[in-house]
């Protein structure tokens, strides 16, 4: 009676773990480990202007978020996607909005200005 209620118990518990688990694997967070962060706001049907040299930026944390679910577009006004939002200490710090053919006009060399920018700043 005794191993079938603790087989039963267990089999709980790792319902609830596997549970929290899948939860966790599709919820999807703008902030990184790093004080400056930059996320990227595209959708899946925009994913060929998918802005390529987002993980090419250097002193920052990166993400790349999909709008398409949840209440990312409302949250952080997305308007045009893709949207990059450079973040300092979870506050948005810089925005680059995608042009009317949802393509991102604002260059690595641009992003990365700013982000030495906003370094510079903090000493």
Not at 18 to 42: G, P, R
Not at 84 to 93: C, D, L, Y
Request: charged share 25%; net charge negative.
């Amino acid at each position: 009676m005794k191993y079938t209620t603790l087989k039963l118990f267990a089999g709980y518990i790792l319902i609830l773990f596997l549970m929290v688990m899948c939860s966790s694997a599709n919820a999807q967070t703008y902030t990184c480990d790093e004080d400056i962060c930059v996320v990227e706001f595209n959708a899946s049907w925009n994913s060929a202007n998918n802005v390529d040299w987002l993980h090419d930026l250097t002193d920052v944390g990166t993400k790349r978020i999909s709008i398409d679910k949840g209440d990312w577009q409302k949250d952080f006004g997305i308007v045009a996607p893709p949207t990059i939002i450079i973040f300092v200490n979870g506050k948005e710090s810089k925005r680059y909005q995608g042009n009317i053919m949802m393509q991102m006009e604002a260059k690595e060399s641009e992003v990365q200005d700013k982000i030495d920018e906003i370094i510079m700043e903090e000493f």
